[in-house]
């Protein structure tokens, strides 16, 4: 166990596992997770191999730049479409209804971290309206859910030694608790 202390806040962590370690250990006839499309990035490579093939079938008069932004075009459509085919992001849906799970985070003051901890793990998330936030503090409340809010996860996340860490483990809500939530940080 890691005990850190601040001026006024005392910062328990253990091994909290991430809201993202609990999805991927969840059934999966509650959730699966699923990368992104590939539409986007095959479109891109096959936009810059079209554009390779205009460059390469007609002749060009040296002084000519759309031959070069042609070129240009079509190396940077085909290098952005394989960055863009391996490095797809992965989101979690429910299995019920097919919902992504948002993610939304939500800034606190430092000094409220024990209030919000006790008002997430007691369940009570109508007393977070009455908390202090702030922009850019070191306190957050990390909130993955559908839009209907069948599936609702949270976590406080403390910034700790330079690096956010894992203050709770991740909780999952009722669809009370979820609306709740939902109601608290609707702009």
């Given at each position: 166990m890691l005990v850190v202390f601040t001026s006024t806040t005392h910062i328990i962590m253990e091994?909290?596992?991430?809201?993202?370690?609990v999805l991927d250990n969840m059934e999966p006839k509650i959730v699966y997770k699923k990368k992104s499309s590939v539409v986007k990035?095959?479109?891109?490579?096959?936009?810059?191999?079209?554009?390779?093939?205009?460059?390469?079938?007609?002749?060009?008069?040296?002084t000519d730049t759309f031959p070069h932004l042609l070129f240009i075009a079509g190396f940077a459509s085909i290098t952005v479409g394989v960055f863009?085919?391996?490095l797809r992001k992965s989101h979690y849906f429910?299995?019920?209804n097919d919902q992504q799970l948002k993610v939304t985070e939500h800034n606190f003051d430092v000094n409220e971290q024990t209030k919000l901890?006790?008002?997430?793990?007691?369940?009570?998330?109508?007393?977070?309206?009455?908390?202090?936030?702030?922009?850019?503090a070191g306190l957050r409340l990390r909130v993955l859910a559908t839009k209907d809010g069948?599936?609702?996860?949270?976590?406080?996340?403390?910034?700790?030694?330079?690096?956010?860490?894992?203050?709770t483990s991740a909780k999952i809500h009722s669809l009370s608790e979820a609306q709740q939530l939902n109601g608290l940080f609707r702009k």
């Open positions: 091994t909290n596992e991430s809201i993202e370690h990035s095959l479109l891109l490579i096959a936009i810059g191999v079209v554009s390779f093939g205009i460059y390469t079938s007609f002749e060009w008069q040296p863009m085919f391996f429910s299995a019920d901890i006790r008002a997430i793990e007691s369940g009570s998330v109508n007393e977070i309206k009455q908390l202090k936030s702030a922009i850019g069948q599936i609702c996860l949270s976590q406080v996340i403390a910034y700790s030694s330079n690096e956010y860490v894992n203050a």
